[in-house]
């Protein structure tokens, strides 16, 4: 195996340096583990500030190589597959499990994609199924925490998609009922930049011990600071009250006030359908770029492209696949092949209503601020990039009004807390809040956000920030 499919990516001295900082308690009767110790990042540093003996130490990885290197230090090194062949539940008594008062380290970050996922899922669900088997680095960090002695500590640098994303869900809890957590460091975002690595990523401490009603975390954003500085804006928060929050998602912001309003209010998706898009399973076979006179809004995907006035004809359907910061109007941007045989390859949901003639509208799936754009009616559209919804009661709340709230400042502050990262999926749209919006408000979005419509109808580039401040300051009312 390869450095990738290992998920190899050393940490740097000063991030080791900062984490060991985080470790307290060392001593004589210390035992320390790095699980996927590759090239001993930590364990040389404890060794070279004297920290610990070289036989309170235990590294495992499963890549051989390392090997002699770990043992060289004297350190007592193990070659396995840590997550397989551990034994960590208490459900076999004769099977002493072996404990240690620290556990540090940066655990390899593939996800489910990965071919070693996929080669093992079956045997990794045995082991992990209270948490899901989504990615390693969150295996890594469960299994861990079995491996704790009471008041053990551990300190991990992962990915840090664990703190929203829904996939994340059972860790997040199983972490916050069972672990004092002490704090969450959020890192500089190139960190990983020299080994080539781009992932977001955090550092987690925590001891096992149960938590009381007074433990606070402790977030530290570094973000924005240079690479190697720790000294970030720090803010507290209740560990319990996080477990009132939807989907236990881990405030690092200081939102607390505005998760407490969202959870108080009606969600977005009762007043809308949709949603689920489809698979057309061969998009260089089956869909085009339309062209309009020699003007088009997809520039990648495919390669056939198709005249407008030949889309219009029958044997072609409009369709949208494009994500993106695109907000309030694009012409649609796809077309794709609309034949008896076409269709028998496609994958669509359910309830993909394909004479729906109502007026919908899009949310980008993969952005990095939440955009909603009018759809084109009677186009189909894609399962990820380019989610299309249709208001319930169109007269009652337009869908241009959704459009506008969408992209004000509050919903896309409100999408950010419930998953921080910028792949936007059906089940964070589901957990966006509906206010109870007056017909004053309804009514005076709606027409801002059709004379936006018009404006960009005429010129793509319009500029819509004075309109988007009058919109942002009607959506905000709602959560003071
Ligand atoms: C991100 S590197 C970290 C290496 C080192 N601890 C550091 O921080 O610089 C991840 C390490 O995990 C090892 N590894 C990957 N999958 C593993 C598994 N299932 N069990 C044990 N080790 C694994 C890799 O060989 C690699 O050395």
Redesign the pocket.
């Known amino acids: 195996m390869n450095k990738k499919d ?6 740097p001295k000063h991030a080791v340096n900062y984490m060991l900082g985080l470790l307290s308690e060392f001593n004589e009767k210390s035992k320390l583990l ?6 001993g ?2 364990v040389s540093v404890v060794l070279e500030n004297n920290l610990l003996k070289p036989n309170q130490i235990s590294v ?4 051989p190589e ?1 090997r002699n290197y770990i043992e060289k230090f004297g350190i007592k090194f193990e070659l ?4 397989i062949k551990t034994t960590f539940q208490q459900d076999d008594l004769f099977n002493k499990i072996n404990k240690f008062t620290h556990i540090v ?4 970050y593939l996800n489910k994609q990965s071919s ?1 996922i996929k080669k093992n899922k079956k045997e990794l669900k045995k082991f992990y199924d209270e948490i899901g088997v989504n990615d ?1 680095y969150a295996l890594f960090i469960y299994l861990c925490c079995h491996l704790l002695e009471d008041s053990g500590q551990l300190c991990f640098i992962t990915s840090n998609t664990y703190l929203t994303l829904g996939i994340h869900k059972k860790l997040r809890k199983y972490l916050l009922k069972n672990f004092v957590i002490k704090n969450i460091t959020l890192c500089p975002h190139n960190l990983f930049k020299d080994t080539g690595a781009l992932v977001n990523t955090c550092i987690i401490n925590l001891i096992n011990k149960k938590p009381s009603n007074n433990d606070d975390i402790i977030f530290n954003d570094c973000r924005s600071l240079e690479v190697g500085n720790y000294d970030g804006k720090k803010h507290s928060i209740k560990q319990n009250k996080i477990l009132n929050y939807p989907d236990y998602v881990f405030d690092f912001n200081g939102n607390g006030k505005l998760i407490e309003k969202i959870k108080k209010v009606g969600k977005l998706i009762d007043v809308v359908d949709g949603g689920l898009g489809m698979h057309t399973t061969d998009n260089e076979k089956f869909l085009g770029i339309v062209d309009y006179e020699g003007i088009r809004y997809a520039k990648n995907g495919v390669r056939k492209i198709v005249p407008i006035n030949e889309v219009k004809k029958n044997g072609w359907k409009f369709y949208h696949k494009k994500g993106g910061d695109t907000k309030y109007y694009l012409p649609v941007e796809y077309c794709i092949k609309w034949d008896d045989e076409a269709i028998k390859n496609y994958k669509m949901p359910k309830n993909y209503n394909l004479n729906d003639e109502r007026q919908g509208f899009l949310i980008s799936g993969v952005c990095s601020t939440l955009s909603a754009r009018l759809a084109t009616v009677g186009a189909l559209w894609e399962s990820n990039k380019a989610m299309c919804f249709f208001p319930k009661e169109p007269d009652k709340y337009p869908p241009e009004f959704f459009v506008g709230i969408l992209n004000s400042e509050t919903y896309n502050k409100i999408i950010k807390i419930l998953n921080h990262t910028n792949s936007i999926q059906i089940r964070d749209i589901k957990k966006l809040p509906f206010f109870d919006f007056n017909n004053e408000d309804i009514k005076q979005i709606t027409k801002i956000v059709k004379n936006i419509i018009k404006q960009k109808k005429n010129n793509l580039e319009y500029d819509f920030s004075f309109e988007q401040n009058q919109i942002n300051q009607i959506v905000n009312k709602y959560i003071l």
């Open positions: 290992l998920g190899a990516f050393y940490t790095e699980p996927c110790g590759g090239d990042a930590f495992w990885d499963i890549n390392v396995k597959d840590t997550l380290g940066n655990p390899p070693y390693t």
